[in-house]
């Protein structure tokens, strides 16, 4: 019984179920083989459609995008964090207004938090389908996505409308905006100068995590990620350490917050007082507040995970610190 109940707060990578249709642009070309993946919490998929894992909002949700090769995203905004690491490929990340104020190319492991309310877009630039794990910023996740005036317009002009209700409807199946519901409308001139350009240097030196030097920070004891004294200084109500081989002894502990497990490399034999599993790359693992558990690798090679816990801080802006 307790390893069943452990086992339902454990999302399985090869169970993810996808949404193709999550998002304004899924008509788009460029775009339209894109998958939304809602794995706890609500997420901010417009589609009736998206499935969600766990339900449970431990003050944040995950996510994740999976899309083949030059498949993009299309520039969006967030009034939360909006977190990625790379689980699978080698992924374009870039910005502002146009997507032309800089970019960033990110191989596995490595880990952007972009800060909020500029536009972002990324793109698997790999040779296959990859696959993005996300983390958002509060139980809604910031009440859910602004688009670039041309990702609508694009849209429309491919069959979708979303609605100020946050709902996309599609008018290629005979969809249409319900009485009272009005179209999203576009962000104006005025409006859009709120939108910054962020230079690349500093996107790269604030937002930008890698790997390799993560996993050289965390012998010995977990690397701080993003916190309010971490490699990304940050206070998005979470934080992210990134734990490998060594870093924690293989002892039963507790934390008085939620968190938020997800393997990176090799396979981790999670414990607790009354039941144990085995976490692999892809994975996601809920810990619940005051439950005493133990992670090691249960094989040898390299092994790493990401673990993610709430905070007091509220979901808001980044901080600037």
């Not at 919490?41 to 944040?60: K, L, M």
């Not at 790379?86 to 997507?99: A, E, I, N, Q, T």
């Not at 990110?106 to 389908?129: H, K, M, S």
């Not at 934390?255 to 497990?261: A, N, Q």
């Amino acid at each position: 019984m307790a390893a069943k109940r452990l086992e339902n707060r454990i999302v399985r990578y090869g169970d993810l179920k996808p949404c193709r249709t999550a998002f304004i642009d899924a008509h788009t070309p460029g775009s339209d083989q894109k998958e939304n993946f809602t794995i706890i919490g609500g997420g901010v998929s417009e589609s009736p459609d998206q499935h969600v894992h766990i339900r449970d909002t431990p003050g944040f949700n995950i996510g994740a995008a999976g899309q083949p090769p030059r498949c993009r995203n299309s520039l969006h905004s967030h009034t939360t964090a909006e977190v990625f690491f790379v689980l699978k490929g080698r992924w374009r990340f870039f910005w502002g207004r146009w997507g032309t104020a800089g970019e960033v190319v990110l191989e596995e492991g490595d880990i952007i938090n972009l800060p909020t309310g500029i536009f972002r877009g990324f793109e698997n630039i790999g040779v296959d389908y990859g696959m993005i794990m996300a983390v958002l910023g509060g139980d809604d996740a910031g009440g859910g996505v602004t688009w670039a005036p041309q990702v609508i317009e694009d849209a429309r002009d491919h069959g979708l409308v979303l609605g100020e209700n946050g709902v996309l409807y599609d008018t290629g199946k005979g969809e249409g905006l319900p009485d009272g519901v009005r179209p999203m409308p576009l962000l104006t001139d005025d409006q859009l100068e709120d939108y910054p350009e962020v230079p690349p240097e500093g996107m790269i030196r604030n937002h930008v995590g890698r790997y390799w030097d993560l996993v050289g920070l965390s012998r010995g004891k977990p690397a701080k990620v993003i916190g309010e004294d971490a490699v990304l200084r940050d206070r998005p109500g979470f934080e992210v350490e990134l734990v490998s081989r060594g870093s924690e002894p293989d002892e039963l502990a507790a934390r008085d917050r939620h968190s938020v497990l997800m393997p990176m490399r090799g396979h981790w034999k999670l414990r607790t007082e009354s039941a144990e599993a085995v976490l692999n790359p892809g994975d996601t693992c809920l810990i619940e507040p005051g439950e005493a558990h133990a992670l090691s690798p249960s094989m040898s090679g390299e092994a790493s995970l990401y673990r993610v816990t709430a905070t007091d801080d509220p979901a808001g802006p980044t901080w600037r610190g």
